[in-house]
């Protein structure tokens, strides 16, 4: 049995709401929503298809693995991070 649900979405701009609002957040227009009915199915294609290697594991019996580090020429941030940068990975740094 297919779940419906109700979103409201701007004409102008495409911005989409759970309410119906008079003036969009988004570009300021003033009555451009309209509703617009979802409908969701239990077969949902977020789910994973593979549930052996989802089984929780006891952190006392993950083994980490080296990895490839790039200093940063930094030795504080490089002692920070372990040894410097790990590809694939991401840093956000605050002055």
Same mark, same amino acid.
């Given at each position: 049995? !297919?779940? $419906? /649900?109700?979103?409201?979405?701007?004409?102008?701009?495409?911005?989409?709401? !759970?309410?119906?609002l008079?003036?969009?957040? !988004?570009?300021?227009?003033?009555? $451009?929503?309209?509703?617009?009915?979802?409908?969701e199915?239990?077969?949902?294609? &977020?789910?994973?298809?593979?549930? /052996?290697?989802?089984?929780?594991?006891?952190?006392?019996?993950?083994e !980490? /693995?080296e990895?490839?580090?790039?200093?940063?020429?930094?030795g504080?941030?490089?002692?920070?991070?372990?040894?410097? &940068?790990? /590809?694939?990975?991401?840093? &956000?740094?605050?002055?």
């Amino acid at each position: 049995m !297919a779940k $419906s /649900k109700t979103i409201f979405v701007c004409n102008e701009c495409g911005n989409e709401s !759970a309410k119906w609002l008079g003036k969009c957040p !988004a570009c300021n227009s003033w009555n $451009s929503f309209f509703e617009q009915k979802i409908v969701e199915s239990k077969n949902s294609s &977020l789910k994973p298809k593979d549930t /052996k290697n989802n089984q929780p594991q006891k952190l006392n019996s993950y083994e !980490a /693995k080296e990895t490839i580090r790039t200093s940063t020429g930094f030795g504080e941030l490089d002692n920070v991070l372990g040894g410097g &940068l790990v /590809k694939g990975s991401l840093v &956000l740094l605050r002055r």
